[in-house]
């Protein structure tokens, strides 16, 4: 089932006698969601290595820069990017969140997002040029796989909450328990933004020009959003389920637009126009 060390530990503890580690949990260790892949490997790999190998083309691409140079550059960049994902890792270890497997795959699936979704390859091009009826089935059916998943599991006697069911169970404080950990949300966001980036397609419209503006107009621009975002989310009520799930399908679904389309055109000071609408 793909435990997590945190509680697999006190689950064998109950079935086997042989004295088991005592793991030390902290604020981090009370993930819900299945152990593998490592979400957080993933999602680190992924971006990293779209910015990454972007560079490293960039650099190639240079005329003014010199051959040995180039190859340093491009040497430091990968290694970081290295050193980044292991230390992710040991840190996924260390709180006994993960077994090493569970990281491994985690940056394979990162690669394989990188490729397929970010990075501009031809398997990427198909969702962002494409024209928004297809990508607004694309994640009507990705939604409708991923709750029909849910009901099958329901369907076949499996409880999709089990590990949700796990954290509870073995967690040591109850307060590091965060709700946007478990599967059920990871869907809610995933799902939101999926519909976000179909309201706003063909992405490759919006986000060719980021603007003339400086890179530090940008990252103030950038960073405000992220604050904002942050407070929004912050901001909404967790009292009500259904409300809440709402709200975070809501803020999830309009991100796209905000960092495709205004942020763009608050740095161009231009309209960034989509040539479908
Ligand atoms: O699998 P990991 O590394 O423990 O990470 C789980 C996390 O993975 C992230 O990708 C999700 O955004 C979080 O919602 C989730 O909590």
């Known amino acids: 089932m793909e435990h997590r060390p945190y509680w697999w530990v006190k689950e064998r503890e109950l079935l086997v006698e042989h004295a088991y580690p005592v793991l030390q949990q902290t604020r981090l260790s009370c993930e819900t969601g299945p152990g593998s892949p490592s979400g957080h490997v993933m999602g680190s790999t992924a971006v990293l290595f779209a910015i990454v190998a972007s560079l490293d083309e960039i650099l190639s691409k240079s005329r003014k820069i010199s051959h ?99 954290a509870f169970k073995w967690c040591s404080k109850p307060d590091w328990i965060h709700v946007n950990t478990t599967p059920l949300f990871s869907l809610v966001r995933d799902c939101g933004a999926a519909f976000g980036i179909a309201l706003i397609s063909p992405v490759s419209m919006r986000y060719t020009s980021l603007g003339t503006s400086s890179c530090i107009v940008k990252g103030v621009l950038i960073g405000g959003v992220m604050v904002a975002m942050h407070l929004a989310q912050a901001a909404i009520p967790i009292g009500h389920v259904l409300t809440f799930y709402l709200c975070q399908f809501m803020l999830y679904a309009v991100q796209p637009y905000i960092y495709l389309v205004i942020v763009p055109f608050l740095a161009t000071q231009q309209k960034v126009t989509n040539k479908s609408d």
């Open 68 to 166: 040995r140079t180039k190859a340093a550059g491009k040497y430091i960049l990968w290694i970081l990017f290295g050193a980044s994902l292991i230390l992710i890792a040991m840190s996924r270890l260390y709180t006994a969140t993960h077994f090493p497997h569970q990281c491994f795959l985690g940056f394979l699936g990162g690669l394989y997002v990188a490729k397929s979704l970010l990075l501009d390859t031809k398997m990427s091009t198909w969702w962002r040029n494409s024209k928004r009826p297809k990508v607004l089935l694309a994640a009507l059916g990705m939604t409708m796989i991923s709750f029909g998943a849910y009901w099958l599991q329901k369907g076949l006697g499996i409880d999709p909450q089990w590990s949700v069911k796990l």
